[in-house]
């Protein structure tokens, strides 16, 4: 099916969008029980340094992880999520989309509205019932630098189109990040609910995404797709890079009083820089990047489909 033929989902969020069918999620009176993170995405607790830690100090850094992977959230849906969607719905953009597309576009504003101000709310639950205050966040997130590295290397009259394929790829990334993690039973009840509210709504919005991604790549010109496709392996390794995790957590564990030789051991071990090789296995979203990519017949491209196989992102 073309992508100009996609249908409104309006009555699907009409009676499924979290914002308009699920309750406030407050955390219970009593002591927090439960991960506020999932350790599964904590790839710190892996060091051996880490394992020795007191309990009250791994407690800190799970709130502080919580606060961070809550922060990100709400800048990355309203600044550069949005920031797209807005453009997709009032037809600013390089590409005219069809009127359904541009309808559904509103319903993402909404649902991540809604996103960021959940994850906002979760936050101030949790520095009011645990007395922890949040450190510095920023404003950058994984996909704001990754989308900056590209523009810095692409002409100007590119940028409109650049921006839409990233949060393309952003959108699908979340979803399948979420999506692993709701397995988690390890987790606080009420961090469980707010994670698989989100994953719902971020469902529909791949879907959305997909079909952007399909349309724009399908019908921008063959210029534009050799200028970009050559720099998407090396934005997929920016984005999932680590760095500004590492930095993140490098303030978290001065925070926590770790000695400073111990810091600088278990983030250069735990984040050491992959080879080309190894990326894949490091980093498994890569490879639900490609298959997302192959969907949308990106790698149906051969120039394209050559520079993923020069970052070993593809195999043949
Ligand atoms: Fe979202
Ligand atoms: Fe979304």
Redesign the pocket.
Known sequence: MSPRDYKSKELVWDSLAATRSKPRRVLPEGDVVGHLYPPAKAALLTHPLMKNLPPETLRLFFIHSAYKFMGD?AIF?TET?NEVAMKIANGHTPITFPDDIRHDALTVII??AY?AYVARDFMRQIEQRTGVKPLPLGTETDLSRAMAFGKHRLPETLHGLWEIIAVCIGENT?TKDLLNLTGEKSFNEVLHQVMED?VR??GR?AVLFMNVLKLVWSEMEESARLAIGQLLPEFIREYLSPKMMAEYERVVLEQLGLAAEHIERILSETYSEPTLEDFRARYPLSGYLVYVLMQCDVLSHAPTREAFRRFKLLAH
């Open positions: 959230i849906e999520v649902d991540e996103h979340l989100h709504d971020e919005h």
